[in-house]
């Protein structure tokens, strides 16, 4: 079965930086879009970034915009998001997400499978 591993996460101070991966396995990673979500405390959780199957295609939330990177390595099975200018309302548990399509998407229903989470936290 689809599996995906988050890694990565950690505490950083304001302004620094992070980068999450997400390893998958149990299918042919690299003909399918994934994405990143995210749940802050007390919050719903919320779309990040997605990438199309290829990488070429990419769209991310405005709050994010400008400051955070997805990217993926097909031949190692694996999804990044690199995270610059962390700022505390960051703070929150990342998910890593597939598709069962090539093409991108911010919904959440778009996604059938989803990794445990890695939490990042953001200090002032």
């Known amino acids: 079965q689809v599996q995906l591993v988050e890694s990565g996460g950690g505490l950083v101070q304001a302004g620094g930086s992070l980068r999450l991966s997400c390893a998958a396995s149990?299918?042919?990673?690299?003909?399918?879009?994934m994405g990143w979500f995210r749940r802050a405390p007390g919050k719903e959780r919320e779309f990040v970034a997605t990438?199309?199957?290829?990488?070429?295609?990419?769209d991310y939330a405005a709050s994010v915009k400008g400051r955070f990177t997805i990217s993926r390595d097909n031949a190692k099975n694996t999804m990044y998001l690199q995270m610059n200018g962390l700022k505390p309302e960051d703070t929150a548990v990342y998910y890593c997400?597939?598709?069962?399509?090539?093409?991108?998407?911010?919904?959440?229903?778009?996604?059938?499978?989803w990794g445990q989470g890695t939490q990042v936290t953001v200090s002032s």
């Open positions: 997400a597939g598709r069962n399509s090539p093409f991108t998407s911010g919904e959440q229903v778009a996604y059938p499978y």
């Open positions: 990438i199309s199957w290829s990488g070429r295609g990419t």
């Open positions: 149990g299918r042919t990673f690299s003909n399918y879009a």
